[in-house]
């Protein structure tokens, strides 16, 4: 990553606009950040981090912290950063939050945190970030591939923090390294055989509990157990099936057996009620006999049946046409005299006939009427809609009305208590944080505690060590005043390991509460603005006071009877329904014209539609009645004379049909008596004792087929019987009945004894085949674990020397590292020193592999990093970070460090130590790198002639370039 441009604005102590351009330092410059104490040196690269990630480079100050009190409070704190990476060209703008200016009304509010990444593409941007925060700094992550922690530690030495990577133990500095060679697929192909192995393993420990599981569900205890059971258990089946099948066929011998005597028996039984049928009916014969006799005379008495029958209806015939005369009489009387009458009342006809067209012109002329008169009720009508619609559409804009100030209200007050809630929520985030930066420092001294003891410590164990004439190990001097000496007991390397992971641990845990508390300030800034937004609205909309409101528009829509509206119908737009009420006002005043022009068309009597249907109804009514009357008399008068005509016709036609009947009469009285003499019986009484109806007849017939029929059956079952069962004795039933019952429990008996062994032995071969199924996956598996769990031990390191793959890999790229850092070293240092990695095993489960160490050439002996002085630390520190750049550089797949930025450390150097540092520096600028370094020291000032100076005044800082 290069920086092409920074813009910093009320930032830090600038309370202006302060812009660092670059590339007008050069293409690869080594430059120097210049300026007394405190005058915002250090800003600069707090600047660069914030925009980048939202944290300073020192991390002692938030974000929020850094805005300039100098600066007036209508300006805005925030960064501007313009960098390329990959030849690609980026800017992200990032605003803290911070109090600002209301835009409406007086007082302050919160300016919530924003972030906005863009690429610059061909003259114009690209917006990769539009505003969340947190997006922006995990997209700054991907694209740099460093977290704020490791662009600390390879990109920017801070001031006091130098040492922090040279003092990185094996887990932090694997963490780094990983990120910055993208040995990420090395990790990954651990966890692949990591968790391929485990799978392997918890499916063989499955398969192994299911053999088990097996073996108890077979009730044994072992698959010998489970192979002797099998082999005594077959012949056992083989004899019980055996018995099985000779008592099953047992037993159907003797079931057979039962059958046919059951079958037997039944034949004697039929015999038997065949004989005693045989007998009743014998017993009912002469019965029968009478009732044939009874059934011949009956069928002779309905032969004669008809004639007598003719006798009678023509009897009824003579009566009934004697009956008719005398009425066809008295009918042609009677017409006669209705006929007279009529023609009398025939004269009255020609005066209604006059009145009925009087009464006919009257309705016509009313009836005319008729049809303006309902054009009349049509426009009061029309004028009676229109007005309920003028109201109901002015109730549904009222409704409208109401329907949004209600909406408003109730977002107002949902805000209010969403802000409420998180500002209770940030305040206990607020109170998180604190308790855990106070954490922080305290185990920060802690750590400091412990490492100053240790190094005092090594002093005194080197002290320990010397010898009087001899060169100490340090300084080289032979002669030894004043050796350093430990009275209380040194820590351990492993306590030191402790407590850093324990800070390190609290600083992550801090870094989650801050980011926790930013995004809850962002929160609370939004519903701030939303809240504002919608009190604005409301306001707008008018003091109303809702509920009186609500009770009006209640009382209106009971009284044009409609029901409540529902909110989203409610909701409709405003200015549609205020359209709505002018259309419906326009209607009414065109009913209202309508209504005058027809009023104008009907005489003021007859307007209402009730007083003409009275008058046309009585005019009609009055026809109706004339009309009547005529036809009436004219009617009569017709139908008298078709009477007189219908009764004399009638009267001839009756005297004919009655000179018939007696014809017939005498004729039918004849046929009877012949048909007597020649039938069985002697006069008529005795046909009629003899005459049945023709059900009795059937009844007669059907108990005589009856009793024939039963005679025939039985005496064929009874001759069929006696050829059977001829020379056969009856069964004994209840001897062949526990024979059977016998039979059957011996055969259950033998079925439950071959069931049993059939059901065990089928469950132990069962038993037996998933086992030898089982025995064969669990060889796969052993097979499979040989292979992947090796590779998974070795991967992850948990053979030897106990390092994993990844770090295996990294530590050959760290051997490269050293190698450029120690050509480093070894020239700044005057040839004393050169970085090593310790190859030793840690202690315990501790990880090893990428441990410093440092040779001294002077005592010819290795020694902790740890153990270097001030100056010496800064040089190593240096020389890791210059090294660090080269070999990520070259490294194929890794990230580019066209960047180093060195925050003061250059004090703790001699003069000559300083013009190596920066002969060193200068060497990696030539190489294609921007070096920027910060320091008040006077000679880098006179080595280093491109500067960014730094002044300060009471009223604030500001930066100056300076190119020779």
């Not at 059937?698 to 025939?712: F, G, I, S």
């Not at 005057?830 to 160490?853: F, H, I, M, Q, V």
Request: proline fraction near 3%; charged fraction near 35%.
């Amino acid at each position: 990553m290069r920086p092409l441009r920074l813009v910093m604005t009320a930032f830090g102590p600038f309370p202006g606009s302060e812009t660092v351009d670059f590339t007008a330092l050069g293409e690869n410059p080594l430059f120097l950040i210049n300026g007394p104490t405190g005058a915002g040196k250090t800003s600069i690269l707090d600047a660069i981090c914030f925009a980048l990630y939202g944290r300073t480079t020192g991390d002692e100050r938030e974000g929020n912290q850094m805005r300039c009190d100098l600066a007036p409070v209508d300006r805005l704190t925030e960064v501007v950063f313009e960098f390329e990476l990959a030849s690609r060209r980026y800017r992200i703008r990032r605003l803290p939050e911070q109090q600002r200016p209301k835009s409406r009304g007086t007082g302050f509010t919160t300016q919530a945190p924003q972030a906005e990444l863009c690429e610059l593409v061909d003259g114009g941007q690209r917006v990769l970030v539009a505003s969340k925060v947190s997006e922006a700094t995990r997209t700054i992550e991907e694209l740099t591939g460093l977290s704020v922690d490791q662009f600390r530690q390879v990109m920017v030495l801070p001031q006091g923090r130098f040492r922090q990577l040279l003092m990185a133990d094996s887990g932090e500095r694997e963490r780094i390294f990983s990120r910055l060679f993208a040995t990420g697929i090395y990790r990954r192909i651990e966890e692949r055989l990591k968790a391929e192995a485990a799978t392997i393993r918890k499916q063989r420990d499955d398969l192994v509990s299911r053999c088990q599981e097996i073996l108890v569900g077979a009730d044994v205890e072992s698959s010998d157990e489970l192979e002797r059971e099998i082999a005594t258990l077959e012949p056992q089946v083989a004899t019980t099936c055996a018995m099985k099948d000779q008592r099953e066929r047992e037993w159907a011998e003797a079931a057979r057996q039962l059958e046919q005597a059951r079958s037997l028996e039944e034949g004697f039984r039929n015999l038997d009620q065949a004989t005693a049928a045989l007998r009743q009916l014998e017993a009912r014969a002469e019965e029968m006999t009478a009732l044939r006799r009874r059934l011949q005379l009956a069928d002779k008495a309905l032969r004669l049946k008809p004639l007598v029958e003719r006798r009678q209806a023509c009897r009824r015939d003579l009566t009934d046409g004697e009956k008719q005369v005398a009425g066809c009489r008295r009918q042609l009387q009677a017409a006669e005299k209705e006929l007279q009458h009529s023609e009398r009342e025939l004269a009255r006809v020609t005066g209604l006939q006059a009145r009925l067209e009087r009464a006919k012109k009257e309705a016509d002329r009313l009836q005319g009427y008729r049809q303006r008169v309902a054009t009349l009720d049509r426009a009061r009508r029309k004028l009676r809609a229109a007005e309920r619609d003028e109201a109901v559409t002015r109730l549904r804009l009222d409704r409208a009305r109401f329907a949004t100030c209600r909406q408003l209200e109730r977002q107002r007050r949902k805000l209010a208590a969403d802000l409420e809630r998180q500002r209770h929520q940030l305040q206990e985030k607020e109170a998180l944080g604190k308790n855990l930066k106070t954490e922080v420092e305290r185990q920060e001294r802690n750590v400091r505690t412990l490492e100053l003891a240790w190094h005092r410590g090594q002093a005194a164990i080197l002290a320990a060590e010397l010898a009087e004439g001899a060169p100490c190990p340090v300084c080289g001097s032979r002669e030894h005043p004043a050796p350093a000496r430990s009275e209380q007991p040194l820590p351990s390397q492993q306590e030191i390991e402790q407590a850093r992971d324990r800070l390190a641990g609290l600083r992550k845990q801090l870094e989650q509460a801050r980011e926790a508390y930013r995004e809850a300030r962002e929160r609370i800034a939004g519903l701030q603005l939303e809240l504002e937004r919608v009190a604005g609205e409301l306001e707008a909309a008018g003091p109303t006071d809702i509920d009186r409101l609500e009770t009006d528009l209640r009382q209106r829509a009971d009284e044009l009877g409609l029901g409540p509206e529902d909110e989203d119908s409610a909701e409709t737009a405003i200015a549609e329904r205020e359209a709505a009420v002018d259309r419906a006002r326009l209607a009414v005043t065109a009913a209202r014209a309508a209504l005058a022009a027809a009023e104008r068309e009907v005489p003021e009597a007859y307007r209402e539609t009730e007083r003409l249907d009275e008058e046309l109804a009585a005019t009609q009514e009055e026809i109706a009645g004339l009309e009547k009357e005529i036809s009436r008399i004219t009617g009569r008068q017709q139908q008298a004379r078709e009477g007189v005509k219908a009764a004399r016709s009638a009267l001839e036609q009756a005297g004919r049909q009655h000179a018939r009947a007696q014809q017939e009469l005498a004729h039918a009285e004849r046929e009877l008596a012949e048909a007597l003499a020649q039938s069985p019986f002697d006069d008529e009484e005795a046909w009629q004792q003899a005459l049945c109806d023709e059900a009795t007849c059937e009844n007669l017939r059907q108990q005589l087929a009856a009793h024939d029929t039963a005679v025939q059956q039985n005496e064929g079952i009874r001759r069929q019987l006696e050829k059977q069962l001829a020379g056969r004795e009856r069964p004994d039933l209840g001897a062949l009945q526990i024979r059977l019952d016998q039979a059957e429990s011996e055969k259950k008996r033998a079925q439950e004894d071959w069931r049993r062994c059939d059901q065990r032995l089928q469950q132990l071969l069962a038993a037996r085949k998933r086992l030898h199924k089982n025995s064969r996956e669990l060889a796969e598996l052993d097979r499979r674990y040989r292979v992947t769990g090796t590779l998974s031990d070795v991967a992850n390191g948990q053979t030897g020397r106990r390092i994993s793959l990844q770090r295996f890999v990294l530590s050959v790229l760290l051997d490269d590292v050293l190698v450029e850092a120690s050509r480093r070293l070894h020239l700044m240092s005057r040839g004393r020193y050169r970085l090593l990695r310790r190859e030793d095993k840690s202690k315990g489960n501790r990880a090893s592999g990428l441990d410093l160490e440092v040779e001294d050439a002077y005592t010819g002996k290795t020694r902790p990093v740890a153990t270097l002085s001030g100056g010496e630390s800064f040089m190593a520190a240096l020389s890791l970070a210059l090294g660090l750049s080269d070999v990520v550089q070259a490294h194929a797949g890794g990230i580019r460090l066209d960047t180093l930025f060195i925050d003061e450390g250059f004090g703790s150097l001699d003069t000559e130590s300083l013009d190596l540092a920066v002969r060193t520096l200068i060497d990696l600028q030539s190489s294609g790198r921007m070096i920027g370094i910060i320091s008040h020291v006077a000679e880098l000032k006179e080595q280093i002639g491109l500067r960014i100076d730094v002044s300060s005044s009471r009223l604030g800082s500001s930066l100056r370039l300076v190119v020779p």
